[in-house]
Every structure is written in structure tokens, then in C-alpha cells.
């Protein structure tokens, strides 16, 4: 039974990893926010490490500086490419952030997770920003290249689809005004840059991530979009001092395709396409069972159940967050 429950959360992370992730990470948070809330500290520095563990090498090999990459030990190095792709955490902290803004607080488990709003908020900044230091790095010129020099992007032989290679480079560009957005909306989530601003000028602040939060939509939906027009990705060539990108972004890993939120649209080379492999009897032995784990989800599957999570994740935002201001407008004009 035990094994049954893995296999299909399994199979859940691999078809739907957002909200999969969503849903535990907002199950983690409201568990434990008596704990975030106790010792945020410790929270920001255990969130911090592997910001640092990626971000100090990377920017030591961008002036030359050869340094040990952590991302080749194994577990941590998983951890660390979750932080790069940011699906499994800084993609679904973000969303958990947004959507309990347009909840009832009367909801215990929303109340919960409403009392750690900022220390959530301040946690996501830290696979953000790793996300945004190596993929800016890495893709934002050759994404720019197309809009400056489209003749040159075009014949670089990496494009399968001119308007795919104009919506993943629309994205990624996007991707940039959203993390200059993102700095100073989570620099003033700290309490002491909150007092010098003082709340009038906070709040007026904030509304901003309203704007983010549509950004966050448009580029993730136009990263699948333009993943599934153009599959080659129309990608630079990684240079030297991007080393870490191309031992992370490459293929052979699989973190990839693992993760709707990243994007990418390589089948991981594990698979093969055919998981049902797994079935064959061991030598000497009965055929095995098959379970959720054997379940083989094409890559356009994946894509396609990507896009439907982000619609009914933001669709239903939009609407329970109109509904709300709805209420409280009706609220106001009662008293």
C-alpha cells in the first residue's frame, strides 16, 4: 500500500510536477509555520546555502576563477538544480503566496499559511534569484539576439520554427523585467526595510506583485508554447565560464522534462520512451507487477497537462481574488 502511495506521487511529480509541488509544499508550510514563524532565520539560511552553493562558483567562472562545482554531488546536486529550473520550489512558493491573498482567512489552514505570508515570500527570493542568475546569464543574449539581430538568430541553425523562437526569446526577455520587479518587492518583505519605508509607501509597493503575478503566467505559458513550436529551443551554445548551465541543463540528467515549470522539452534519456521495460520478468523469476511507476507520459502529454495547470492555477486566482474584492467592496458599503 505504502509502495502503491509513492508510486502514484511518483507518477504525479513526473505528469504534473507544479501541482504536485503546490500541494506540498502549501501542506510543509501550514505543518509547519509555527516553526517558520519561531525561527525564520534558520529557514532563510538553509533556503540561502544553495544559493550561495550555486551562485559563488558560477560567478567565480565568469571572471576566469576555476572552483568546484557542488552540483556533481550526488542528492545535494539534485537540490541544486531544482533551485536552477525553480520548478519544484521557487515556481510553487510563489503561487502559494499569491493564492492566499485571494482566500478566506477563516480557513484554519489559510490562516496558517496567511501568518507566514512574508517569511514564505522572502524564502522563495532565494531560488528566484539563483534561477534568474544562471538562466539571465545563460539565455537572455541569445534571447535579446533575436530582436536585434533576427537574420543572424535565424540562420544560426537552431531554429525549427520562427514563431516558436519569437515566443521562447518574448519569454525570456519577459523574464528579465520580472526579476527586476521581483528584487524590490522582495527586498521590502525584510521587516527592517519595511519600517524605513514606512506602510503608505509599502503598500503602494506591493500592488505591484499583482503585475507579477501576471508576468509569472504569460512567461511560463509562453516558455511551453514556445517549447512545443520550436523543440530545439533555439539555445546558445554554453561558453566556459557557463559550465555549471551546461552540466545542468544538458539532456542526460532528465531534471528537465521532469519539471513543466522548467520548461524544456527533452525526453529524459532514462526513459527511452518505454517504461514498460520495467514490466519484464527478472531472470529466474515471475514477471514483476506493474504500478503508477511503469505509467509512460509522453513529453507532449506532460506539456500539455503544464498548460492546463497554469490555466486552472491562474484562472482560478483571478477569479476567487475578483470575488473577494467583490466582497469586500459589498463589506464596505454595509458599514
Not at 139 to 144: I, K, Q, R, S, V
Request: with cysteine; proline share 5%.
Amino acid at each position: 500500500m505504502i509502495k502503491l502511495l509513492f508510486d502514484f506521487i511518483q507518477l504525479l511529480n513526473i505528469a504534473a510536477p507544479l501541482l504536485t509541488s503546490v500541494a506540498i509544499l502549501a501542506l510543509l508550510a501550514a505543518l509547519l509555520s509555527k516553526s517558520i514563524k519561531k525561527h525564520a532565520t534558520a529557514y532563510y539560511t538553509v533556503f540561502a546555502i544553495p544559493f550561495g552553493m550555486v551562485a559563488i562558483p558560477f560567478v567565480g567562472r565568469l571572471f576566469g576563477v576555476e572552483m568546484f562545482s557542488f552540483n556533481r554531488i550526488p542528492f545535494l546536486g539534485g537540490i541544486l538544480r531544482d533551485y536552477i529550473h525553480m520548478g519544484t520550489l521557487g515556481f510553487p512558493l510563489l503561487v502559494i503566496i499569491m493564492y492566499v491573498g485571494a482566500l478566506s482567512p477563516k480557513n484554519p489552514y489559510v490562516k496558517r499559511l496567511l501568518g507566514i505570508r512574508k517569511e514564505l515570500s522572502i524564502l522563495s527570493g532565494f531560488p528566484v534569484l539563483t534561477h534568474s542568475l544562471i538562466r539571465v546569464t545563460h539565455n537572455f543574449p541569445n534571447a535579446l539576439k533575436f530582436f536585434t539581430d533576427n537574420e543572424g538568430y535565424m540562420a544560426s541553425g537552431r531554429v525549427a520554427s520562427a514563431l516558436g523562437a519569437g515566443v521562447s526569446s518574448f519569454s525570456l526577455t519577459l523574464g528579465v523585467l520580472m526579476l527586476a520587479l521581483f528584487v524590490p518587492l522582495w527586498l521590502t518583505s525584510f521587516d527592517s526595510v519595511r519600517r524605513r519605508m514606512g506602510s503608505v509607501r509599502w503598500k503602494k509597493l506591493q500592488r505591484w506583485s499583482y503585475v507579477l503575478y501576471a508576468m509569472l503566467f504569460i512567461h511560463a505559458i509562453c516558455i511551453q508554447v514556445g517549447s512545443a513550436l520550436n523543440p530545439r529551443g533555439g539555445r546558445g551554445t554554453p561558453q566556459p565560464a557557463a559550465e555549471l548551465i551546461a552540466a545542468t541543463t544538458a539532456a542526460p540528467d532528465g531534471r528537465s522534462e521532469r519539471s513543466g515549470a522548467r520548461g524544456d522539452a527533452v525526453q529524459p534519456a532514462a526513459d527511452n520512451g518505454n517504461r514498460a521495460e520495467t514490466a519484464r520478468p527478472a531472470e529466474g523469476g515471475r514477471p514483476q507487477s506493474q504500478g503508477f511507476a511503469d505509467i509512460n507520459v509522453s513529453s507532449q502529454a506532460k506539456r500539455s497537462i503544464h498548460i492546463a495547470s497554469l490555466l486552472l492555477i491562474f484562472g482560478s486566482y483571478l477569479y476567487l481574488r475578483l470575488r473577494k474584492a467583490k466582497q469586500n467592496a459589498a463589506n464596505k458599503l454595509a458599514k
